[in-house]
Nanobody, 119 residues
Framework: QVQLVESGGALVQAGGSLRLSCAASGSIFGINAMGWYRQAPGKQRDMVATITYSGSTTYADSVKGRFTISRDNAKNTVYLQMNSLTPEDTAVYYC?????????????WGQGTQVTVSS
């Protein structure tokens, strides 16, 4: 069993910053890519940023230059530093990880953390 637990979501004013964290725990034999996705009301879940085990990153165009993804492999934790937030960043943010358990590699999701940006 693998759990992903996010934290750091909050209500913030436009122009502000937040740092999200996501810690993976359980029967983990390895973690490959980790990432952050977000879903606004009435919209599909979209990729925000991903990072490989070695640290290669990808970003959605809408967050490039404002958000930074990082990870601590020793702690099985991924972070998302979000700066210059706008109301368009308001969404539930989900953590995702590609995890190896005893028998296979599988994708796991966290429960989500709400980020609300007021204008």
């Amino acid at each position: 069993q693998v759990q992903l637990v996010e934290s750091g979501g909050a209500l913030v004013q436009a122009g502000g910053s937040l740092r999200l964290s996501c810690a993976a725990s359980g029967s983990i034999f390895g973690i490959n890519a980790m990432g952050w996705y977000r879903q606004a009301p009435g919209k599909q879940r979209d990729m925000v940023a991903t990072i490989t085990y070695s640290g290669s990153t990808t970003y959605a165009d809408s967050v490039k230059g404002r958000f930074t993804i990082s990870r601590d492999n020793a702690k099985n934790t991924v972070y998302l530093q979000m700066n210059s937030l706008t109301p368009e960043d308001t969404a539930v943010y989900y953590c995702n990880a590609n995890v190896r358990t005893r028998v296979r590699w599988s994708d796991y999701w966290g429960q989500g953390t709400q980020v609300t940006v007021s204008s």
